[in-house]
């Protein structure tokens, strides 16, 4: 298999959202729209205009109206691309233009208007759809901060525009302001809705020595920030991105029916002089009536409704996914998750919490636990490992105890008090140990938990167990993947034994233990090689070469910036759940969309052989063509909505 290239390029943050979309798209201004409801006026006028010449003026008018940008675009958009590819290069624009021409050669206005201004209406029903499609992810464009209020050097507070924000200044944020940019907290409490950055609506608790992100809303309180990251790098920025790449990037399906639209329109162009040439020799038809119906085949050959197959539907898609909070860097990531076979899980912080909990604790004198639990948290507070953050969190004190701790690297804790002396470390500092603790300590660690011994004058008390418990979705997701057909592995720096305990908790089909962070990468191609097209989701910034190296890198919203920078899409609530949403949502992508090709293909093929045996006149052409543009723009617009 050919792996993909990466391109993650810095975007410039001054966005335009005209992304051209293929010849049947536009995007069309309010002036625009009224320029055209003018031409539908006109249309209607002319159908009860008294005099033939007063309603094919009006008809005239209503061409001109409706039609101004199929017309312009029809001419101009040939010509400069022919300029650029210094080749023929027309579009469907052209089609149009060139048949209502025809029908206005033969005398039949009507026809002709009817013909652009159904075609018109049909591209503005498309320009809406990807609208509505687009309108989900670039809501967050609206959310960047315009403005911050720094404190200077002499204490005064000074409004300024939140691009002049530099690394290490101090700014104010009373209650209710959007936070500017990315920091930490050095004074003050609050509580901030951090939505458009993780998507959790319920409002998070921040005090000092807490990061705050940048575009999030700052509640009742109020705080002093120092900046830690230019305004470019910010996790907002990044997500900005990801969003303006979404937009650009098309599906395998969508570039390909763009590159092959200019041959196909160059094809029919070819083959309505020839159809009109055979026509009386062939059909026995009149030189008027072949005319006319080179103009129908003109018509009912376009492809539009072709070039509306892809991308409105894939942009229906990964809005649906951003509402969700799942962001693609691009349809094309969306869709390839439609052919993956393997799912490569980073364990922490993927798979589980990445924060350590107590699941066991056992002393051999149960009636001294409490006054031991009190000295362990003493001891824990001297330092700030996640056990310890783990163990202070779990247990209640009874007795506050002010002890002095010596930290000795690889030795654990140790704290004389009381004329007593306590140890706190791994189990392989002791000796002689109970055959009660012994005897758990081997079943705990087949569980994959960490074990921690306490000791007493070099007695060993008890111990303490932790494990890096399974993320709450991980064995619904996993068991999703698997009914799904996709193989899943876990990696993880951590002993084979700790790995298989927590795989087996939550039902991998294969784990690789004692992976180091540069082995990951190259796991990565072996399992392609195995398995095929993979995924590989991460958090940290080990992962980062990993997720370059699959087809499809994912990170985990709350992790490690590098790790957002290169993947090619982010769960921003770290939800597993959405992961399997994704890959259904790319399956339907995928059906749709060849639906629509299908069904798009179809029409035409009818609509040509109705026009050869003659049961076919132009206004109805033009409805059945536009209509089913419309059919599959509709089809397309299903992606929006989740299936139940």
Known sequence: ????????????????????????????????????????????????????????????????????????????????????NRKFTPNIHLLMTLAALGAIIIGDFQEAALLILIFAGAHFLEDYVEGKSKRDITNLLNLNPTQARRINEDGTVEVIDASLIKVGDLLQVLNGDQVPTDGVIISGYSSINEASITGESIPSEKSKGDSVFGSTLNGDGTFTMKVTKDSSETVYAKIVQLVNASQDNLTPAASKIKKLEPSYVSLVLILVPIFIILGPTIFSWTWSESFYRGMVFLTVASPCALAASAVPATLAAISNLARQGVLFKGGTYLSMLNDIKVIAFDKTGTLTAGKPVVTDAYFINEDKRQEFLDIIVAMEKATNHPLANAIITHFNVSTVMDIDVNTVVGHGLN?????????????????????????????????????????????????????????????????????????????????????????????????????????????????????????????????????????????????????????????????????????????????????????????????????????????????????????????????????K
């Open 415 to 643: 704290a004389d008090y009381e004329g007593h002396h306590y140890q706190i470390g791994k189990p392989d500092m002791f000796e002689s140990v109970d055959e009660s603790i012994q005897e758990s300590k081997e079943k705990l660690a087949h569980d994959g938990k960490t074990i921690v011994y306490f000791a007493e004058d070099g007695v060993v008390q008890g111990y303490i167990a932790l494990l890096d418990v399974p993320n709450a979705a991980s064995k619904d997701v996993v068991d999703a993947l698997k009914k799904l057909g996709i193989h899943t592995v876990m990696i993880t720096g951590d002993s084979k034994q700790t790995g298989e305990a927590i795989g087996r908790l939550v039902g991998v089909d294969e784990v690789r233990g004692n992976v180091l962070p540069e082995q990951k990468a190259e796991l990565v191609e072996s399992l392609r090689r195995e398995h095929g097209p993979i995924v590989m989701i991460g958090d940290g910034i080990n992962d980062a070469p990993a997720l370059v190296k699959a087809d499809v890198g994912i990170a985990m919203g709350q992790g490690t910036d590098i790790a957002i920078d290169v993947a090619d899409a982010v769960l921003m609530r770290n939800d597993l759940n959405n992961l399997v949403k994704a890959i259904k949502q790319s399956k339907r992508l995928d059906r749709i969309v060849w639906e629509n090709i299908f069904f798009s293909m179809f029409v035409v093929v009818v609509l040509v052989i109705m026009n050869i045996m003659g049961t076919m006149d132009l206004p109805l052409g033009v409805v059945m063509h536009e209509g089913s543009t419309i059919v599959v723009l509709l089809n397309g617009l299903r992606l929006l909505k989740s299936p």
């Open 1 to 84: 298999m050919t792996q993909h290239k990466h391109q993650h390029e810095t975007c410039n943050h001054n966005h335009d959202h005209n992304h051209d979309h293929g010849s049947c798209g536009h995007n069309h201004s309010k002036n625009a729209v009224w320029i055209f409801l003018a031409g539908v006026l006109a249309f209607a006028i002319a159908l009860f205009a008294p005099q033939k010449l007063i309603a094919n003026g009006l008809f005239l008018a209503s061409i001109i109206l409706s039609g101004e940008h199929v017309i312009t675009e029809g001419f101009l958009d040939t010509i400069n691309s022919t300029k650029k």
